[in-house]
């Protein structure tokens, strides 16, 4: 690998921008990811936030999903965050009818899964070995259940400080490309899983990371700099 490694941000839909944003202050070269030919040209790959469904469908338009497999088969390291976690985890519940996603982590990841009432919130979460972070969660899904190779790296608190759910609220709703909106939109202090259970949010599989949450939304680059570690790690 080139001493500074190039790192593809898969550029199909959802917040590329802001992902390409993270990965330059980290100290890497950030690629956009549109095309087979753009794929095998990186060391490594971002899956943004997005809308998971659109980005099945515009992989398998674009004739990337089964590229998109099969290097991640061979071991690229590769980040998702929030429907980028979707698109790489093994098993989904609550996807659309013949959802399919790229997998390599040994999870199942529930769509969704916060529910209307937390459409977006915040909380702080201890991240790996990181300290605590600011996660933004969008629509976001969490993990049910996780395989024995998979190393668990955030939990958010359940049932920590509920906030007035009756205020107004600008995210966008339904299944569009919600993460495109300029601002997270969370309600600081909202309460995550209704009823109070730890969550586990952050997950990594070997060369591949996982988080429920927005990392590239709150300039806070310590989740893009443990990637970039695990990416020159390999
Ligand atoms: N709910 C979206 C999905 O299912 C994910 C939301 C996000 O990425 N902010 O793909």
């Not at 944003?21 to 971002?46: K, Q, T, Y």
């Not at 199942?108 to 899964?113: E, H, L, M, P, Y």
Request: charged share 25%; hydrophobic share 45%.
């Amino acid at each position: 690998m080139a001493t500074v490694p190039a790192i593809g941000v898969l550029a199909l839909q959802g917040d590329v921008r802001e992902h390409m944003r993270a990965l330059a202050s980290s100290g890497v070269r950030a690629v956009a990811v549109r095309r087979p030919a753009e794929l095998a040209a990186v060391d490594a790959l971002v899956i943004p936030g997005g809308e998971s469904t659109t980005m099945w469908k515009l992989a398998e338009a674009f004739e990337l999903l089964e590229p998109l497999r099969l290097r991640i088969k061979e071991g690229m390291p590769a980040y998702g965050s929030c429907a980028g976690m979707i698109m790489l985890a093994d098993r989904i519940e609550g996807g659309v009818e013949g959802q399919q996603t790229i997998g390599g982590i040994d999870m199942s990841v529930r769509r969704n899964a916060f529910g209307r009432q937390v459409d977006s919130f915040e909380a702080d979460i201890d991240f790996a070995d990181r300290g605590t972070i600011r996660a933004v969660f969008i629509r976001a899904p969490w993990v049910e259940s996780v395989g024995p190779g998979v190393e668990v790296l955030g939990r958010v608190p359940g049932g920590a400080g509920r906030s007035d759910a009756s205020a107004p609220r600008d995210a966008s709703r339904g299944d569009g490309d919600e993460a495109g909106a300029r601002t997270p939109a969370a309600r600081p202090g909202a309460v995550a899983d209704p009823a109070g259970d730890d969550r586990i949010v952050a997950v990594r599989q070997g060369p591949l990371l996982a988080t429920s949450f927005h990392p590239e939304l709150t300039g806070d680059w310590r989740v893009h700099s443990y990637f970039v570690e695990m990416v020159r790690e390999l």
